[in-house]
């Protein structure tokens, strides 16, 4: 996490999957809040969905990987600057938040990809 806030306060994008690196799925850990509070960067949630594909099941994240042709919906969210440090109920709380965005932004993401 720091050769990101490092990498990102020298002008690099950074991107990284909130759930973690091994899940549970759709659980967001704190490290997020940690890396765009020292990075200075917004956290902007993304969503991603494809009308057809294939889920590896065997992963925990159930990874996907969108057939040739398909439809592929990016659904974006609202930029959040995080100018102090988190911790205890707040930082629960803004993890909870930021999942319940996260499905929405998912849901509305499949409907898309799906028209």
Known sequence: MLE???A???GRDGVMAVDGSTGP????????FF????SGAPIIP????AARAIRLRYRWDHYLVPLPFTRVAIV???PE???D????????KKCQELEAELMRMKTEAEKIAKL
């Open 4 to 6: 990101m806030v490092r």
């Open 8 to 10: 990102m306060k020298n």
């Open 25 to 32: 799925r759709y659980k967001v850990k704190p490290g997020v």
């Open 35 to 38: 890396i765009a509070e020292r």
């Open 46 to 49: 993304a969503a991603v969905a």
């Open 76 to 78: 974006f969210g609202a």
């Open 81 to 83: 600057w995080i100018s």
């Open 85 to 92: 440090p988190l911790e205890g109920e707040a930082l629960a």
